[in-house]
């Protein structure tokens, strides 16, 4: 059943009374302020009120005829194109926000992490906090054997099949020529892994995932971690544009 007209009109944002207006309007064609206060039982100085805030919206336009103010309902077809012109100003006010949206964003926090067991610890952590369907964005050195360093083949397996469990995927991209260097196993863990273009050089550990950055040396037994929304998304747009120049294995 179609929803009554005073419930249509009130969507459009018309109050009560400008509902009542208009709709008396509307039946009588031309009318004047006298006119319509007599149909809608309202006062005159309310009508001429409530026409000239309709007027302003457009919906109604008036002309002197004999001395007497006249109104009378613009072709309600005015209405459709109103809402395309403001769903159009949205648009243009939604892409012009988005780059506003959280500037007064919270100061980024950092963590230092300089012995084996706090950046096991960091490595334990991250796995936990990531959700179901996350992704793990990572620039990496496989012939540095950074994660080597810190834990132990056995750990490494337990952590990965964790992340495949809570299904996380990762998206890894190391320099070009260091293929060999990859555990044999690691592409059975959700990992997809491209080649960076030659010339393009990673010595440490870089990852990205929610609102954190991560930048990992087993070498030098060290990592600091960012949280920060847009430093992090920042990087992960580099990391996608070096990921669509570089080469799957």
């Given at each position: 059943?179609?929803?009554?007209?005073?419930?249509?009109?009130?969507?459009?944002?018309?109050?009560?009374?400008?509902?009542?207006?208009?709709?008396?309007?509307?039946?009588?064609?031309?009318?004047?302020?006298?006119?319509?206060?007599?149909?809608?039982?309202?006062?005159?100085?309310?009508?001429?009120?409530?026409?000239?805030?309709?007027?302003?919206?457009?919906?109604?336009?008036?002309?002197?005829?004999?001395?007497?103010?006249?109104?009378?309902?613009?072709?309600?077809?005015?209405?459709?194109?109103?809402?395309?012109?403001?769903?159009?100003?949205?648009?243009?006010?939604?892409?012009?926000?988005?780059?506003?949206?959280?500037?007064?964003?919270?100061?980024?926090?950092?963590?230092?992490?300089?012995?084996?067991?706090?950046?096991?610890?960091?490595?334990?952590k991250v796995i936990e906090e990531?959700?179901?369907?996350?992704?793990?964005?990572?620039?990496?050195?496989?012939?540095?054997?950074?994660?080597?360093?810190?834990?132990?083949?056995?750990?490494?397996?337990?952590?990965?099949?964790?992340?495949?469990?809570?299904?996380?995927?990762?998206?890894?991209?190391?320099?070009?020529?260091?293929?060999?260097?990859?555990?044999?196993?690691?592409?059975?863990?959700?990992?997809?892994?491209?080649?960076?273009?030659?010339?393009?050089?990673?010595?440490?550990?870089?990852?990205?995932?929610?609102?954190?950055?991560?930048?990992?040396?087993?070498?030098?037994?060290?990592?600091?971690?960012?949280?920060?929304?847009?430093?992090?998304?920042?990087?992960?747009?580099?990391?996608?544009?070096?990921?669509?120049?570089?080469?799957?294995?």
């Amino acid at each position: 059943m179609p929803a009554p007209l005073k419930i249509l009109l009130k969507h459009i944002g018309l109050s009560e009374i400008e509902t009542r207006v208009y709709l008396a309007s509307i039946r009588l064609g031309e009318a004047s302020v006298a006119e319509i206060a007599h149909i809608t039982k309202a006062s005159r100085t309310t009508v001429a009120s409530i026409l000239d805030r309709l007027k302003i919206k457009g919906l109604v336009t008036s002309h002197i005829s004999k001395g007497k103010k006249i109104f009378w309902i613009e072709d309600p077809h005015v209405l459709v194109e109103q809402s395309k012109a403001q769903l159009e100003v949205i648009e243009q006010l939604v892409g012009r926000l988005h780059s506003e949206y959280h500037q007064a964003d919270k100061k980024p926090t950092a963590e230092i992490y300089d012995t084996h067991e706090t950046l096991e610890h960091l490595m334990v952590k991250v796995i936990e906090e990531l959700e179901k369907g996350d992704q793990l964005f990572t620039f990496e050195s496989p012939s540095a054997q950074h994660y080597q360093a810190i834990i132990t083949e056995e750990l490494f397996n337990v952590l990965s099949k964790q992340k495949v469990r809570k299904g996380i995927y990762t998206k890894s991209l190391i320099p070009a020529g260091q293929e060999s260097f990859i555990r044999p196993n690691v592409l059975e863990y959700n990992i997809q892994v491209r080649t960076l273009p030659p010339g393009i050089l990673v010595e440490s550990s870089f990852w990205m995932f929610k609102n954190s950055l991560v930048l990992f040396s087993g070498t030098h037994t060290f990592a600091v971690r960012i949280n920060h929304r847009h430093m992090k998304e920042s990087m992960a747009s580099l990391f996608q544009m070096a990921w669509e120049i570089s080469k799957p294995l």
